[in-house]
Every structure is written in structure tokens, then in C-alpha cells.
């Protein structure tokens, strides 16, 4: 069935960079193409929170913490999104997870990737 795999996730410096990617299988009734992807964050003690999402026709959004830091693409060719996140802050510490969104049945997560930033 369909499956979303996250990579990328590590420990970084406070200031510094890391580029998240999710390689999804969404079956052969959709292209990947017509999904919304999107990343979202969840940390210790507070709400899931969306990071960014991008929608056909490739429209992104991102949430408030993140604008004008991350920055997420996709390559349909590859069925892989990606999240690039500069100018880390400790606050963005979390489990990311990346999602898949066409409508209330067909709506897939991935089992997240641990993102800390810390000196």
C-alpha cells in the first residue's frame, strides 16, 4: 500500500542547515503529482504544527516559524519531496513528518525523522 519514507533528519547546530526528503508511493490511482505534500513538525509538549506544503499546480505555504528559512520542492520524476531548512533555531527541534493529502481517504503520513538543533 502506499508508503511515505522520510531521510535526512540528524542533529545540527543552532545556524546551520539540513535538507529533508520523503520518497513517496502513493499507488497507481493518482499521480503523484495530484497529491498535496507537505511537511509537518511535532515537538515535545506542543501541537502539530504544518512547516510547508506544496500543492498543484507546485503553490507552496509555509507556516509562520518557518518563512523565509525552509524552502520545499518536489521531483515529480523521482515521487520525492523535499524540505530544505536553513538558519536553524533550537525551537525547530522535532520529529518531522511527511504527508501526503489528496482528500479525507487518501491522506498517508510517514513515520517521521528526528530533527534536533543543539549546541
Known amino acids: 500500500q502506499e508508503q511515505l519514507v522520510e531521510s535526512g533528519g540528524g542533529l545540527v547546530q543552532p545556524g546551520g542547515s539540513l535538507r529533508l526528503s520523503c520518497v513517496a508511493s502513493?499507488?497507481?490511482?493518482?499521480?503523484?503529482?495530484?497529491?498535496?505534500m507537505a511537511w509537518y513538525r511535532r515537538a515535545p509538549g506542543k501541537e502539530r504544527e504544518l512547516v510547508a506544503s506544496i500543492s498543484r499546480p507546485d503553490r507552496t505555504n509555509y507556516g509562520d516559524p518557518v518563512k523565509g528559512r525552509f524552502s520545499i520542492s518536489k521531483d515529480n520524476a523521482k515521487n520525492t519531496v523535499y524540505l530544505q531548512m536553513n538558519s536553524l533555531k533550537p525551537e525547530d527541534t522535532a520529529v518531522y513528518y511527511c504527508?501526503?493529502?489528496?482528500?479525507?481517504?487518501?491522506?498517508?503520513w510517514g513515520p517521521g525523522t528526528q530533527v534536533t538543533v543543539s549546541t
Open positions: 504527508n501526503a493529502y489528496l482528500n479525507p481517504a487518501l491522506d498517508f
Open positions: 502513493v499507488g497507481s490511482s493518482y499521480a503523484f503529482s495530484a497529491y498535496t
